[in-house]
């Protein structure tokens, strides 16, 4: 399975809506998650089986989609939430997408 | 709060070999799916092995027939043996819990692989 995020990186205001998109060669259901990544640190889930919040994760992060198509959305964008994300495709063997790159303007 | 704890990184030949361990803490080892991810310096996420409670191991075809993971459930541990190593294999490896319905839920901090003549 291949996964393909877009963009690769963005560049967006404090207060914006921020979407990401991934999509999967072929269909994994719901078994999705999402990662944010900040310099020099380890990834942290945000999201999976597509659309739940993992323990502690703001409810400004919304994750829909199911089949090949998912989107990660960030509504009111805070300058802490600049980092790289992944989606994660695991219905099968483990497969990350390229990330995206959310930068604050 | 889960530890994670990476060691055994450094800097090796091309063509030889490492291995990496890795000491869990704080949640029942062996219950758990461990797995290796890495991480070349600018780049994405490349997941590179993963081994299930029972022992039943995983590899992309990237690695596979070079590296080797294992568990050693008594004494919470685990490892990632290397061989034939490429400078293409020059990463940030982590040591990672899955969780078949979540995905990856808790990360080490990472550990230096460096492969370089």
């Known amino acids: 399975i291949q996964m393909t995020q877009s963009p690769s990186t963005l560049s967006a205001s404090v207060g914006d809506r921020v979407t990401i998109t991934c999509r999967a060669s072929?269909?994994?259901?719901?078994?999705l998650a999402w990662y944010q990544q900040k310099p020099g640190k380890a990834p942290d889930l945000l999201i999976y089986k597509a659309s739940t919040l993992e323990n502690g994760v703001p409810s400004r992060f919304r994750g829909t989609g199911s089949g090949t198509e998912f989107t990660l959305t960030i509504d009111g964008l805070r300058p802490d939430d600049s980092a790289s994300y992944y989606c994660?495709?695991?219905?099968?063997?483990?497969?990350f997408g390229q990330g995206t790159k959310v930068e604050i303007k | 709060e889960v530890q994670l704890v990476e060691s055994g990184g450094g800097l090796v030949r091309p063509g030889g070999s490492l291995r990496l361990s890795c000491a869990a803490s704080?949640?029942?080892?062996?219950?758990?799916?461990m797995h290796w991810v890495r991480q070349a310096t600018g780049k994405g996420l490349e997941w590179v092995s993963g081994i299930g409670s029972r022992g039943d191991t995983y590899y992309p075809d990237s690695v596979k027939g070079r590296f080797n993971i294992s568990r050693e459930n008594a004494g919470n541990s685990l490892s990632l043996q290397m061989h034939s190593l490429i400078v293409e294999d020059t990463a940030v490896y982590y040591c990672?819990?899955?969780?078949?319905?979540?995905?990856?839920?808790?990360w080490g901090q990472g550990i230096l692989v460096t492969v370089s003549s």
């Open positions: 994660q495709a695991y219905n099968a063997y483990w497969t």
């Open positions: 072929q269909s994994i259901s719901t078994w």
């Open positions: 990672v819990r899955g969780r078949r319905s979540m995905g990856f839920d808790s």
């Open positions: 704080r949640f029942t080892f062996s219950t758990y799916d």
